[in-house]
């Protein structure tokens, strides 16, 4: 069973703070992998993409993949009330009946001011 | 905006009963998902289509069918509702155009409430 494990959380930090969410899968075929955000009561929204290892920076998120860890993270820097969401974890897996992409639970996130 | 509309948006059923689900997308995009979004269990699979009459399983696709007879629309039936079938309920399309690339367009959702 290809699986795709987050800390459920919640994480809390404070306004300003680095929040870190982590998330590991097990496939090692896996080549792509995701980072959904989703406020309370609404649709998943894709917020960061990464392929390669190494660090993505998109803004006040970055997104960090190491493959041969079987790891990927999303940094999310100088954090605001506003980024209080779960955020969901995808990874592209190969073979199986999951239409290739297996999501995390998803770990919710809540910053404080 | 992907233009993805699900409708009924709430439903309440009870057991037994037949209940169909519209996702409706005005782009002509070929690859069409229906998740179904529970907690503790996260986004998971029912069945997907790459086409007009084309479709196929998910994860969780038991108790569940689906058609496709025109590229806006694809329904999800479940064709006599179980408790076990409350939950939230997301149409996705994928909008690069490529089977399954991970980058997802979500419709709002329809919250499925099986009495």
């Known amino acids: 069973q290809k699986e795709v494990e987050q800390n459920s959380g919640p994480l809390s930090v404070p306004e300003g703070a680095i929040a870190s969410l982590n998330c590991t899968y097990s496939d090692r075929g896996s080549q792509s992998f995701f980072w959904y955000r989703q406020y309370s009561g609404k649709s998943p929204e894709l917020i960061m993409f990464i392929y390669s290892n190494g660090d993505k920076e998109d803004g006040r998120f970055t997104a960090q993949l190491n493959k041969a860890s079987q790891y990927v993270s999303l940094l999310i820097r100088d954090s605001q009330p506003s980024d209080s969401a779960t955020y969901l974890c995808?990874?592209?897996?190969?073979?199986?009946?999951?239409?290739?992409?297996?999501f995390g639970k998803g770990t919710k996130l809540s910053v404080k001011p | 905006d992907a233009g993805i509309t699900q409708s009924p948006r709430h439903k309440v059923t009870e057991t037994g009963t037949p209940v169909t689900l519209r996702c409706h997308q005005t782009e002509n995009h070929r690859y069409m998902y229906w998740y179904r979004q529970d907690p503790g269990h996260g986004l998971r699979l029912i069945h997907y289509s790459y086409g007009v009459k084309d479709t196929d399983k998910g994860e969780v696709s038991d108790g569940y069918s689906v058609s496709r007879s025109k590229t806006e629309d694809f329904l999800l039936t479940l064709e006599s509702a179980t408790s076990s079938q409350t939950s939230v309920y997301f149409c996705?399309?994928?909008?690069?155009?490529?089977?399954?690339?991970?980058?997802?367009?979500f419709g709002e959702g329809s919250r499925l409430t099986v009495l």
């Open positions: 995808a990874v592209n897996v190969y073979g199986g009946s999951q239409g290739n992409l297996i």
């Open positions: 996705a399309i994928t909008q690069s155009g490529l089977m399954n690339t991970g980058e997802l367009f």
